[in-house]
């Protein structure tokens, strides 16, 4: 599936991250000028073009609001501490904060079961009877829905009334205990709007964000002019890249729909830090960075035993952190409390890039006294840097075999058409200067030959790809009947430039 492979690339790269330089003999180099040598050696050693922006406070102050790199390395156009980034899922530690907000003040009870909110029926194999409204936001609810989760996070095909009976027919129990969706959330927007009148968008805005401060961050792309926002960058055979930003208004869903800033970011720590705000009590704090449900697993240098409403719980070194990272096609975030310091960072890029393992490492590590920390990076960095190599000759080369010419049996023409899935939507195959087209309601897809009626698919704004097969079920047919993208199968409808 599209999305299970993007979320196994996000994940793998938080937990995979060149030659850096190590710490030694720095410490009495101001943080800054650390800083940017730092980063200077990452972007030449891991080929970064996009921006870099960092966001740091302590004790309630802003230590550092900067920006390197560009939001567009075609245009040349440097980002900024101003510069709207995509954060991803990240968004659902400002959903999760909501959801309290809103529980607190008694417009949504998160204790209440989730068949009293809900407007419809889930499948018959989950009673939400036994399911709280608040496992909808620690992940532990057992509803899962793919068809949901690809057409709110990627295509935007799709109707509200469409999601719901989604929801209704095809939802499926998944194993019991924590396990980390996008759809909880997806509902949990939809019981806000069923019972205040009102969309997670809006409520955000007037609950959250204008109290806040955060005026630069938004939930709809629409708010931004596109030459404002961090275009995505991606790196394909030693060549930077740069896409247009896939998702439109329609998919930026609750669990995933955000853009905001640098300067905005450190806004959002420090509420989160000081926990004395008029918003939320100080029980509410605590409430929202527990181990509500515990799960143990690594991701890059943390090392989780619980999640809260919005926010992982872990350790780094001997620190307990809250943290949530996202990432979509062409951007990477991440954002790291340390309640015991009130240390707060954050960073943004607008390209997917290993090394920001190491950059997480390296920011700790400079504020937080950890023992023999320049061995530990050191080793860190050499591990990082085979990985990284390891994981561009594999996709370099991939890419590289599927550059063969479409064979004379088949012309491209025979591929073109309009196909069809009745859970997932439609899909438009077109052929354009000798090479073939993919789009999938917002998604746009490049393709590459490999021969025997497959081709693999990328984009720009992503290098990664994944397979569309397409099926001559008729030996006298010359069109393809069907396809079979990533494991779906959709069935031609028409051939393009034909009436349905």
Same mark, same amino acid.
């Given at each position: ?403 063969? =010419?479409? &064979? /004379? ?8 058409? *309009?196909? !069809? $899935?009745?859970? +997932?939507?439609?899909?438009?195959? =077109?052929? &354009? /200067? ?8 917002? *998604?746009? !897809? $490049?393709?590459? +030959? ?19 097969? !397409? ?30």
């Amino acid at each position: 599936m599209l999305l299970h492979k993007h979320s196994l690339i996000c994940l793998a790269i938080l937990m995979s991250c060149g030659n850096t330089g190590n710490l030694e003999n720095k410490a009495d180099e101001p943080f800054e000028n650390r800083l940017d040598g730092f980063i200077e050696n990452m972007t030449a050693d891991y080929t970064i073009g996009g921006g870099i922006g960092i966001g740091i406070v302590k004790n309630g102050n802003i230590i550092l609001e900067k920006a390197y790199g560009y939001s567009d390395y075609n245009l040349r156009v440097s980002a900024t501490s101003t510069t709207p980034f995509y954060i991803a899922s990240i968004t659902k530690s400002f959903v999760g904060t909501l959801a309290t907000i809103l529980h607190e003040n008694a417009e949504i009870d998160l204790e209440e079961p989730l068949d009293k909110h809900l407007p419809f029926t889930l499948s018959e194999k989950i009673d939400i009877s036994e399911k709280l409204v608040e496992d909808l936001f620690t992940h532990t609810s057992g509803v899962g829905n793919t068809v949901v989760a690809i057409k709110t996070a990627y295509t935007g095909n799709f109707t509200k009334e469409e999601i719901l009976q989604d929801l209704e027919k095809l939802s499926y129990p998944v194993t019991p205990g924590y396990r980390y969706s996008n759809l909880g959330y997806i509902i949990g927007s939809i019981i806000f709007e069923q019972r205040l009148g009102v969309g997670w968008k809006e409520l955000l805005h007037v609950r959250v964000l204008d109290p806040l401060g955060m005026l630069n961050t938004s939930a709809d792309v629409s708010y931004y002019r596109e030459k404002e926002i961090a275009k995505p960058h991606t790196l394909s055979n030693g060549v930077i890249s740069v896409g247009d930003f896939l998702k439109k208004d329609d998919t930026m869903h609750a669990a995933g729909g955000l853009f905001t800033t640098v300067e905005d970011m450190n806004k959002w720590m420090n509420f989160h830090l000081n926990r004395n705000s008029t918003i939320l009590s100080a029980e509410a704090f605590e409430y929202i960075h527990s181990d509500l449900v515990g799960y143990y697993g690594k991701s890059g240098p943390f090392n989780n035993y619980g999640y809260g409403m919005g926010w992982n719980q872990a350790d780094w070194d001997e620190y307990e952190i809250s943290w949530h990272g996202g990432g979509y096609p062409g951007y990477r975030s991440l954002c790291i409390l340390v309640p015991e310091e009130k240390l707060g960072i954050t960073i943004l890029m607008n390209q997917a890039t290993p090394a920001m393992v190491l950059l997480t490492d390296f920011l700790l590590g400079n504020f937080l006294e950890v023992p023999d920390f320049d061995t530990y990076f050191s080793k860190k960095e050499k591990w990082v840097w085979n990985q990284w190599n390891r994981y561009q000759f594999v996709r370099d080369s991939t890419l590289e075999a599927g550059s063969k =010419k479409v &064979d /004379n049996k088949r012309a491209l023409l025979d591929y073109e058409g *309009l196909y !069809f $899935n009745d859970e +997932y939507g439609e899909i438009i195959v =077109k052929s &354009d /200067n000798g090479s073939l087209g993919v789009f999938l309601g917002n *998604l746009t !897809f $490049n393709t590459n +030959y490999i021969g025997d009626d497959q081709f693999f698919f990328f984009n720009d704004a992503d290098q990664m790809y994944g397979s569309i097969d !397409f099926y001559f079920h008729h030996p006298d047919n010359q069109q393809a009947s069907s396809l079979d993208f990533s494991g779906i199968e959709y069935k031609k409808v028409y051939k393009t430039g034909q009436n349905k």
